[in-house]
């Protein structure tokens, strides 16, 4: 009895001792997300450890901190920015440039009470150009929108 317990401990210590070994250590990545065009940091770039929920923000220099493993990939994302991924291959330090992703940034419609993709959009969108404003004779701002695109009812009241 006492062989078998002495045998088990010491097959139990060797299986710990080789996964501790072939276990990945976390170690600390920093460095600094720029755009770029004029190689200025981004703040609030979003910095996660792939397939993981583990990851952090880019302060407003830039510059990030990160406790990651070795062999992971991190995924830099920000709106109005192409996402990237970066092997971390047991590099500390990780500078990463973004580029401007301007298919995205074409799909946004301003609306009077925020921003909506163009596709989730719904009714009439219509556009008044400096022409058709210039063309009229008007007295104030608002008049200005009331009526050139037939698909625009404006309403003042009365006073």
Same mark, same amino acid.
């Given at each position: 009895?006492?062989?078998? +317990?002495? !045998? @088990?401990?010491?097959?139990?210590?060797?299986? $710990? /001792? =080789?996964?501790?070994?072939?276990?990945?250590?976390?170690?600390?990545?920093?460095?600094?997300?720029?755009?770029?065009?004029?190689?200025?940091?981004?703040?609030?770039?979003?910095?996660?450890?792939?397939?993981?929920?583990?990851?952090?923000?880019?302060?407003?220099?830039? +510059?990030? !901190? @990160?406790?990651?493993?070795?062999?992971?990939? $991190? /995924? =830099?994302?920000?709106?109005?920015?192409?996402?990237?991924?970066?092997?971390?291959?047991?590099?500390?330090?990780?500078?990463?440039?973004?580029?401007?992703?301007l298919t995205e940034?074409?799909e946004v419609v301003?609306?009077?009470?925020?921003?909506?993709?163009?596709?989730?959009l719904t009714g009439?969108?219509?556009?008044?150009?400096?022409?058709?404003?210039?063309?009229?004779?008007?007295?104030?701002?608002?008049?200005?929108?009331?009526?050139?695109?037939?698909?625009?009812?404006?309403?003042?009241?009365?006073?």
């Open positions: 009895m006492r062989k078998f +317990n002495c !045998n @088990l401990f010491l097959s139990l210590l060797s299986l $710990l /001792v =080789f996964l501790g070994f072939t276990q990945v250590q976390a170690q600390t990545i920093s460095g600094i997300v720029t755009d770029n065009t004029n190689g200025e940091g981004i703040p609030g770039v979003n910095i996660l450890i792939k397939n993981t929920t583990s990851g952090t923000i880019s302060d407003v220099d830039g +510059n990030y !901190n @990160l406790e990651a493993p070795g062999d992971a990939t $991190l /995924v =830099f994302s920000f709106v109005g920015f192409e996402t990237q991924e970066v092997n971390v291959a047991g590099r500390q330090v990780l500078n990463v440039l973004l580029a401007a992703d940034l074409s301003v609306v009077g009470y925020g921003t909506q993709r163009k596709v989730d009439a969108v219509g556009s008044i150009t400096a022409e058709q404003i210039t063309a009229r004779p008007i007295t104030s701002p608002d008049q200005a929108l009331a009526g050139p695109d037939c698909r625009s009812k404006y309403h003042q009241p009365s006073r």
